[in-house]
Nanobody
Framework: QVQLVESGGGLVPAGGSLRLSCAVS????????MGWFRQAPGKEREFVLA????????LYADSVKGRFTISRDNAKNTVYLQMNSLKPEDTAVYYC???????????????WGQGTQVTVSS
């Protein structure tokens, strides 16, 4: 059974950085495209970024391009979301997801984590 567990969220001032982790069990991440999504209170879930299994194709939301990056540690079977220059509008619950293809559509992903809260203070 595939499970995803996010961690690393917290409270950070505007301009700060956080690194979120998504630990995957039940299958190696090298077989997955991985995506990150977020949902702010009262808003719909939105795409953040994603990469395919070889990280040769990375998709970004315009709002995070140049500030957020994705990386993988295959030995730890963990995917990371590095968030720099954080803004109050980045405040949301962040979710990682695993699927066959890197897309901007949440429906494309088969497995989801439980989410981790990121709060950026102004």
């Amino acid at each position: 059974q595939v499970q995803l567990v996010e961690s690393g969220g917290g409270l950070v001032p505007a301009g700060g950085s956080l690194r979120l982790s998504c630990a995957v069990s039940g299958r190696t991440i090298s077989t997955f495209a991985m995506g990150w999504f977020r949902q702010a209170p009262g808003k719909e879930r939105e795409f953040v970024l994603a990469d395919n299994w070889s990280s040769s194709n990375i998709l970004y939301a315009d709002s995070v391009k140049g500030r957020f990056t994705i990386s993988r540690d295959n030995a730890k079977n963990t995917v990371y979301l590095q968030m720099n220059s954080l803004k109050p509008e980045d405040t949301a619950v962040y979710y990682c997801a695993a699927g066959r293809l890197a897309t901007r559509r949440g429906e494309s992903y088969n497995f989801w984590g439980q989410g981790t809260q990121v709060t950026v203070s102004s």
